[in-house]
């Protein structure tokens, strides 16, 4: 059965770097696309971006320019990193598989972790 | 403001026939396959239907998509009140600003 659990500070500070890295298991990280979702409280769903095995990668336009996604093969690990947050980037973090223009669905999805910008 | 619009809200009471719309264009809807997903509170959305109408296993036949022309639709029938949750649609986009997968609003479902 593949589960993801995402995992990092629930607290950043603004201009900071948010970090959030997720692990997979029950399948193999080197055969599918991954992406990094998030809904702030209260509202609606937004996609981040994905990353494939090889390193490939898409981010949302709104969010390239502050975006790095990166994979970890050996750990069956991929991680999101959001540069020069600020309270509009508080939101629960999803990550799921999925998400590359073939299968822009996202058929498993962790838990999410709730990520809180404040001083 | 969504890329794809859905209506904020849409209510039925037990055994109703409910429908949720998702509007979209061209480069997105019209173009690609579209996908809804169900949240209930405090939970990680599950995918409900995906390529436009299809269901993964699981997922009961009273949950059932279509897509005509730059517009799609979920229907419910039989509503029960564990349906109560949040819709969403997705679909890829691909836009002159950008490619990527984009999102509906979200729907809330309200059984009554």
């Known amino acids: 059965q593949v589960q993801l659990q995402e995992s990092g500070p629930g607290l950043v500070k603004p201009s900071e770097t948010l970090s959030v890295t997720c692990t997979v298991s029950g399948a193999s990280i080197s055969r599918y696309y991954w992406s990094w979702i998030r809904q702030p409280p209260g509202k609606g769903l937004e996609w981040i971006g994905y990353?494939?095995?090889?390193?490939?990668?898409n981010y949302n336009p709104s969010l390239k320019s502050r975006v790095t996604i990166s994979v970890d093969t050996s750990k069956n690990q991929f991680s999101l990193k959001l540069s020069s947050v600020t309270a509009a980037d508080t939101a629960v973090y999803y990550c799921a598989r999925g998400g590359d223009k073939q299968w822009p669905g996202f058929d498993y999805w962790g838990q999410g972790t709730l990520v809180t910008v404040s001083s | 403001q969504s890329v794809l619009t859905q209506p904020p809200s849409a209510s039925g009471t037990p055994g109703q026939r409910v429908t949720i719309s998702c509007f979209g264009s061209?480069?997105?809807?019209?173009?690609?396959?579209v996908y809804w997903y169900q949240q209930l509170p405090g939970t990680a959305p599950k995918l409900l239907i995906y390529r436009n109408n299809q269901r993964p296993s699981g997922v009961p036949d009273r949950f059932s998509g279509s897509k005509s022309g730059t517009s799609a639709s979920l229907a419910i029938s039989g509503l029960r009140s564990e349906d109560e949750a949040d819709y969403y649609c997705?679909?890829?986009?691909?836009?002159?600003?950008?490619?990527?997968?984009?999102f509906g609003g979200g729907t809330k479902l309200t059984v009554l």
């Open positions: 061209s480069s997105n809807i019209g173009s690609n396959y």
């Open positions: 997705a679909t890829w986009d691909d836009s002159l600003s950008g490619r990527g997968v984009v």
């Open positions: 990353i494939f095995y090889s390193g490939s990668t």
